[in-house]
Every structure is written in C-alpha cells, then in structure tokens.
C-alpha cells in the first residue's frame, strides 16, 4: 500500500467532495460564460473573434492592403492571445468572411472559404485574407485609449478588452453560442434598420418598443427569404429577448408552356445547408412521402436556384409548397435569446435596452476619445507657448543659448517656461526660425486652442455628445444606406398565405386492407378486407403465430402501443405485401430493448382511450395525443419502476363507470369521472393492493350492467345488472366478483 511523505501530506486538502467539486465546476462555468460562449454587447464579438481582429489590425491588413496567409493571423492568434487549437480558431475567422452567414462580413477572404452547400472551407495555409471596412469602423478608436486593455494570457501583449467603434455588430451579425446552463441566438438585422432605431432612442429615450419596431421590422439574414411570423409574435420576443421567427425560402412558378410549370427555390433559409435540403426533397420522391412532387433538380451557379416539378399539371402550387414547407428545412424556426455580457454579466435583454446600452457605450467612447485628443491638444499647445515666447524673444535666446552654461534653466528663468516648454525650444532647429515658420506656429496655436474649447464643451454636454453621436450614426447610415449592397434589405416580411395544409393521408388513394401482425412482431398489409376468421391459416415464422389482425384502409394511421409505454405511429400504404411473412416491426420504429408490442390499432380521431400500468395506476388520454411524428415514437405512459403499461383499451362515449381487477381477485367499480384526462404521466392509483398488481382494467355503461363471456364455444354471456355491492372510490381494494366470473380474472373484450 503506498504512503505518503510530510511533504505529501501538508499538500493534502481535507474537504468534502461535493464542495470541491462544485467549487472547481463554478469556475469552469464562468470561463465559458463570459470568456467562450456569450459575446459582448458592445461589440457583440466574443473573445476568439476580438483577437482575431486585433491580430489582424497589428499586422496592418487594412482594406487597402495586400492579403495575407490566414495561417499567419491564426499563427499570431494561437501564440500571443487565445492559447486554444488552430482549427477552432481558423473556424473563427472563416465564420467572419462568410458572407452567407454574417450580414455584414468583418474578414475580407480571398480563396475558398466554404460555400452554401456545405462544403469546408481550404485549409489555412491556402487560403488569404485581411480586414473589411466594417472591421475597421469597429476598431475605430483604439489608438486613443478609448476603451481598456489587459495584459495576455503569458503577460508579454496587451489586448483590448472590447472595441469602441460605433458599429452595431451585435444584432447586425447576431452571435451563437452554448455556454454551461444557458445560450444565446441573436439573428442578424440591417444595419440600416439598426442605426434608424439607434438614432430615435437616442433622441428620444423613453420611446416605447411599438415606435421601434417602425424601423426593426424583423430580422435580415444575409441568404434571404421571406419571415412569416405574425407582427404581434415579433414585437412580443423584442420585448422579452426570447422568442423565435418562422423563416421560408423564396420560391415563384415559372411557365413552362403548355400548361406545365416548375417552382424555382431563389433563396432558401438561413444557415440551411443547401446540399442537405436537395437529399430532404429526394427522399420524398423517392420514399413517396409525398406524391403531388415529381421531381428536384439543383441548377445553381453563383445565384441559387432549385427546380422542384409537380406530379402533375393539376397540381396546385401553393398547396405543394405548403407541405414542403412542413416536411423540409423549406420553412425554419429561428429562435431568438439575447443572452449577452453587459458588463461581465450575463443576461437575457430585450431589443431597447440592447440598443440602449450600446448607445450608452457609445457616448462613454466619445468621452474618452474626446478627453484623450484634449490632452494631447494641451500638450502641443503647451510647446507652441513656448516657441512663440523664443519668437517673441528671438535674440536673447540665442544669447541664453550660446552663453549660459545651464541654457535650459536660464531660459525657464528668463521666460517664466516650463521644462517641457525649454526643452522645445532647444531642440529647434534653426531652419526653424523663419518668419514663415512663426507663422504656422501661429496659426496652428490658434487652430488648437478653438478645437481644445470645443472638445471641452463636447466633454461637459450631454447635449452636445448626442448630436456628435447621431452625425456619426448618419454617416454610418450613409455608407450602409438601403440602396447600398450591405444595405438593402434581402429578408422579406409577409404573412404567411392562407392555405390549407393537404394532410399525406389525403394524396394517398383510399383502398381496404387487412393487417396482420404476428406475436414477433412481423407486419403485413393484404389487400382487400379480408376474413379475419381464416388469419389464423397464413404462414408465419416457426415459433410464431397471429397476434393482431383487423380491417384498414390505406389512408388511415395506425398506432402500436409497447409495454414501456411509448406509442408509435405507422402509415398503412407503407406496410409490406401479403406475401411472404412481413418485415419486422423494429425496422419502422426504434424498439426500446425490452419492450414488447402491447397493442396495434386504427387511430379514431375524437375519441378517449384509457391507459392503464401493471401496478394498477392509470388515466384516460384523448386520441390525438398517441400520435408521433418520428420513428422514436411518443412517450405517453410512464409506469413506475418494476410496473409496465398492461391496458390500452378505447372508452366508449357513454361509458360512465370503471371496472378494475387486480390479481388478488378484487373487482372494485367507481365512477369514470374520478379518471382524469392527461397528455403523459404516471395516472393516478386505481385500485389498491397489498400483494400483486391489476389483472385488467374497462370501461362501461352502468345502466348496463357488467358482462363477460361464459367460457366454452357457445358464445353465451353474462350480465351482472346490479354492481352496488363493488361500487366504491377510486384507490380503494375492491371486493370478490360475482360468482361465475373467469378465473383469469380478465373481461375478456
């Protein structure tokens, strides 16, 4: 057994593991938070792209530059700022030169930086890049101690803590990100619609969220396409920050003559991979998902454009595209959670206070930019002081100069100089003492000494840094204006066309079926309605045999229930032929392991259905709510350890009572009433046992009476009309039932 020296010991921390844990954990937590996941919101830039920026503004790759290798900046990145993989970091900056997937690019790539379809982009050694304008225009400031700094992670460079330049790049580009616990997902917005509001807020503080979205009309993303959301749905997620667009592409029909036309898809959603959405409408020709689509092509070059062919001529239009819409990334849902860092702290904002805040980052780097050009107007007015003095005084300071042996002091005594003022004057050259050139110094003191007032009253204005604020927003306006390429909008807002949605089941023809499903789970469809008495003589597997048969049609939805209570949901026209032995159930839906088919119905809409587990605990549930979309089907019932789903069994709808019947050989009957409807859950108890669980369970008419076969080929049954003497409330133990009842102690349906 190993053992530890002194040494070891003293190193030793005595502490819970839970604490320790969380302790560690937390601080994990705020790393990603606030230096990872969440951008800023003044810059809207999270701490990868920052550095990636600054990097590439250290290494002057200006607009009017030459490009540079990309592995170079990610090199520069990797090494001075972000200690974090290259790859990671390249993915940052190709992200910035996409101009499919930031409204307004902030990196100027040259080379191949992926495309719509999906395809990566080159690897960093070919590829080429350097900064765009609305970079620079973000970075503006910098040189004048705008904003702080901080030393790097190895304390060798500084780096800015965020950028001051009046650009609104956090809802123009949006920002995503998973931190720990919470995200964020801002779509992108016009620059144009973003300054418009910038400029009425900071007018007009208290200008309410309805006058704002006058010119935020909704989010414009940088591939297009039409937002359908309703107004009232849009102005509701401005406000709290949380919300989501319905986002489609931008189709029209183009005539092919003859009376035949195609649709062509112009625009398609916002980061829908393009290559994606073509195998999405392949797969439904191919697994007839939907017949009224006859065809996709992909004609794209540098503009996109798919062309979808109907069916048919008499196909119309809007109802194909309406269920493409439902069935493909066609139509998608953007969600919006302004989770952003104000001041280092995360929190969910909505759409005034972002631009409130960021208006209020704006003023503070007008201030600082101002009070930094002050001080430096104050020292250069100071040595010009000091030079109009010696020109004043021209031949005694040569005197000073050529005599003293201290010149400096003497000319400060002389004077009345200060160090620096002296220090000026001997370093002047004597080319300098021309007349021309004292006239300059003139001229230039008397530039600066208007300038440094107005600055000074800049400083001290609210007032006057709201109009240098706005002229500096309408510039920004003026090279972002709606008639430029970044400018003009690209996402239309439309309300979504009144068209009823064709269900599948409706472009399926209507034929009678009879399916056959074994105890092993192999499926079949035979046409026809067949008799269901003669199921018995098909061929089955060996060791299998009948387990469900019952009439269909092909337009109907059939649900399988399992024993882990999950429902799934099968389309009938999919089912194999009569012929052979099926295909079994496990290859149409994901099958947990264990769980065994309970039932297989036809889906009736409108009606209730009573679910009910092993351990005598259930509720009723409506029709609709069995019914699942995917092949993982729908988990409704959730029985309770060692208990699993054992009933499902249609409620008749005047049925006003219960008859449960545990394994102890107690009938209880209640009221159905007592039974409440859920969506999913547990139910509630409806008998109680003290050893065994519930043999069944049924629904009934009390007026009626309660039946069940007599047993034997006769086929007789019988009626027990009075049930008083059962009848109690739900939960309780019940009583022995009425003599002749079946041993098994079911009912026997």
């Avoid at 995360?346 to 759409?351: A, D, N, T």
């Avoid at 009626?704 to 007789?716: A, K, V």
Wanted: hydrophobic share 45%; charged share 25%.
């Amino acid at each position: 057994m190993a053992t530890t020296t002194p040494e070891q010991e003293q190193t030793i921390l005595d502490a819970p593991f839970d604490a320790a844990l969380g302790e560690r954990y937390l601080v994990y937590a705020l790393s990603t938070i606030t230096a990872r996941s969440l951008p800023d919101l003044r810059d809207g830039l999270k701490p990868v792209h920052r550095r990636l920026l600054w990097a590439m503004r250290l290494l002057k790759l200006n607009p009017d530059q030459a490009y540079k290798k990309c592995a170079r900046v990610v090199g520069d990145v990797i090494g001075k700022y972000h200690p974090h993989g290259d790859q990671s970091v390249y993915d940052a900056m190709v992200r910035l030169a996409q101009d499919f997937a930031l409204r307004v690019p902030l990196v100027d790539g040259q080379g191949n930086f992926g495309n719509i379809d999906g395809d990566n982009a080159a690897a960093m050694r070919y590829t080429e890049a350097r900064l765009t304008d609305a970079a620079i225009r973000l970075m503006d400031g910098l040189d004048e101690e705008a904003v702080p700094f901080r030393t790097t992670y190895n304390g060798e460079e500084e780096e800015p803590e965020v950028f001051p330049g009046l650009f609104p790049n956090l809802l123009v580009n949006g920002a995503a990100g998973i931190a720990v616990g919470m995200a964020t997902s801002i779509p992108p917005h016009n620059p144009v619609e973003i300054v418009d509001a910038a400029l009425l807020l900071l007018r007009q503080p208290d200008a309410a969220e309805a006058d704002l979205l006058q010119f935020v009309t909704g989010p414009d993303f940088p591939t297009g396409g039409v937002l359908v959301e309703p107004r009232a749905s849009i102005a509701e997620s401005y406000r709290t920050g949380r919300g989501s667009f319905r986002l489609r592409a931008r189709w029209s029909v183009e005539d092919q003559g003859r009376g035949t036309w195609t649709i062509i898809i112009s625009e398609i959603p916002y980061q829908v991979l393009k290559g994606k959405l073509i195998e999405q409408l392949a797969e439904l020709i191919t697994e007839k998902k939907l017949p009224i689509l006859g065809d996709v092509a992909d004609e794209s070059d540098e503009q996109l454009r798919i062309v979808i062919t109907p069916k048919s001529r008499n196909v119309d239009a809007d109802v194909l595209m309406e269920s493409l819409f439902k069935l493909t990334d066609l139509e998608v849902r953007i969600p919006l959670n302004m989770n952003v860092l104000d001041e280092g702290r995360p929190g969910v904002l909505g759409l005034k206070t972002v631009i409130t805040k960021w208006l209020v980052h704006g003023r503070a780097v007008l201030v600082a930019r101002s009070n930094y050009r002050l001080a430096r107007i104050e020292a250069r007015l100071e040595v010009l002081g000091g030079l109009l003095k010696a020109y004043l005084n021209l031949d005694e300071v040569i005197r000073i100069i050529r005599e003293a042996d201290d010149a400096k002091a003497e000319l400060i005594a002389a004077f009345d100089l200060t160090a620096v003022q002296a220090e000026a004057i001997l370093n002047m050259r004597l080319r300098s003492l021309r007349r021309l050139e004292e006239i300059e110094i003139t001229r230039e003191n008397q530039a600066l000494t208007a300038e440094a007032s107005i600055l000074r009253g800049l400083i001290a204005s609210e007032a006057e840094q709201t109009e240098r604020l706005a002229s500096d927003l309408a510039a920004l306006r003026l090279a972002y204006g709606p008639t430029t390429l970044l400018g003009r909008r690209r996402t239309s807002i439309a309300d979504a066309p009144q068209v009823t949605f064709v269900p599948i089941e409706a472009m399926i023809e209507k034929e009678p079926i009879t399916v056959i499903c074994s105890a092993k789970g192999w499926i079949r469809a035979m046409k026809g309605h067949a008799d269901l008495a003669g199921t018995d003589a098909l061929k089955f597997k060996e060791g299998d045999g009948p387990a469900f048969a019952f009439h269909a049609h092909t337009t109907d939805r059939l649900v399988v229930a399992t024993s882990d209570g999950r429902f799934y949901t099968l389309m009938p026209d999919r089912l194999p032929g009569g012929r052979g032995f099926g295909e079994p159930l496990r290859l149409m839906i994901d099958l947990n392991d264990g769980a065994e088919i309970l039932s297989l119905f036809v889906h009736q809409p409108g009606r209730s259905l009573l679910l009910a587990a092993s351990d005598g605990r259930g509720f009723r549930i409506e029709s609709n709510e069995l019914l699942a979309e995917t092949r993982k089907g729908r988990q409704v019932m959730n029985p309770r350890e060692g208990a699993r789903l054992a009933v499902v069994r249609w409620i008749a709808p005047t049925d006003n009572m219960v008859a449960v019947i545990g394994e102890n050989r107690k009938l209880l009957v209640f009221p159905l009433a007592e039974l409440p409807f859920l969506q999913k859950g547990q139910g509630v108890a409806l008998q109680k046992y003290k050893d065994g669980g519930m043999a069944d369970v049924r629904s009934f008419v009390m007026a009626d009476g309660l039946s069940w076969p007599m047993g034997g080929d006769t086929g007789r049954t019988r009626t027990e009309a009075d049930l008083s003497f059962w009848q109690g409330a739900r939960a309780t133990a019940g009583r022995m039932p009425p003599n002749g009842f079946p041993r098994d102690n079911k009912f026997n349906l």
